[in-house]
């Protein structure tokens, strides 16, 4: 959880490095972000928040479910837990949560910084609330990638399965 933090972290400084030295007058900048950013970073993360809010239950619980429940995964899990006996079976999915809730609350506390403190017509707002969207990407993205990365053990899984039901 700790390194996607970091790198959420680490692409919103870059991102406002980016925005530093793409502004020749911070005032035109803050003016330009009013005009044209605002208005749309907060609808944009304001509905990617809320969608993935309303869908976390459903995502967490499926992939448990027909991922880590299945008996090729407990096969699977054992045979690492030889090598690594801390591991815990259901961990990924604990993971998942932690980061999908935190991709979450990035997203809607940076929608509603949108709409507070980027009302505010000055250039350390500007830095802030690009910060906290640049940082609510990053952790969407994380969990875009994390998803991914659930999914294709499922496929393979799945694709396993399937092999061994036609015999081949």
Same mark, same amino acid.
């Given at each position: 959880?700790?390194?996607?933090?970091?790198? =959420? =972290?680490l692409?919103?400084?870059?991102?406002?490095?980016?925005?530093?030295?793409?502004?020749?007058?911070?005032?035109?900048?803050v003016?330009f972000?009013?005009?044209n950013l605002? #208005?749309?970073l907060?609808?944009g993360?304001?509905?990617?928040?809320?969608?993935?809010?309303?869908l !976390?239950?459903f /995502?967490?619980v499926k992939? !448990?479910?027909?991922?880590f429940?299945t008996?090729a995964?407990r096969?699977r899990?054992k045979?690492?837990? !030889?090598?690594?006996?801390s591991?815990?079976?259901y961990?990924?999915?604990r993971n998942h949560? +932690?980061v999908?809730?935190?991709?979450i #609350?990035?997203?809607?506390?940076?929608?509603?910084?949108?709409?507070?403190?980027?009302?505010?017509?000055h250039?350390a =707002?500007?830095t802030?609330?690009?910060? #906290?969207a640049?940082?609510?990407?990053?952790?969407?993205?994380?969990?875009?990638?994390?998803? +991914?990365? /659930?999914?294709?053990?499922w496929l393979?899984?799945?694709?396993e !399965?399937?092999?061994?039901a036609?015999g081949g």
């Amino acid at each position: 959880m700790k390194r996607f933090m970091v790198f =959420a =972290a680490l692409f919103a400084c870059a991102v406002m490095g980016l925005v530093i030295c793409l502004s020749a007058n911070s005032t035109e900048a803050v003016e330009f972000y009013g005009r044209n950013l605002r #208005a749309s970073l907060f609808t944009g993360l304001l509905t990617v928040g809320s969608f993935l809010l309303s869908l !976390k239950v459903f /995502i967490v619980v499926k992939f !448990k479910e027909t991922v880590f429940d299945t008996p090729a995964y407990r096969d699977r899990f054992k045979e690492r837990r !030889k090598i690594d006996p801390s591991l815990q079976h259901y961990a990924q999915v604990r993971n998942h949560s +932690r980061v999908l809730f935190a991709a979450i #609350a990035s997203a809607l506390f940076a929608s509603v910084s949108q709409v507070t403190v980027g009302l505010v017509a000055h250039v350390a =707002a500007l830095t802030f609330c690009v910060f #906290a969207a640049s940082f609510a990407a990053a952790m969407l993205l994380q969990t875009l990638l994390l998803i +991914r990365v /659930i999914i294709a053990e499922w496929l393979d899984q799945t694709e396993e !399965k399937a092999s061994e039901a036609s015999g081949g």
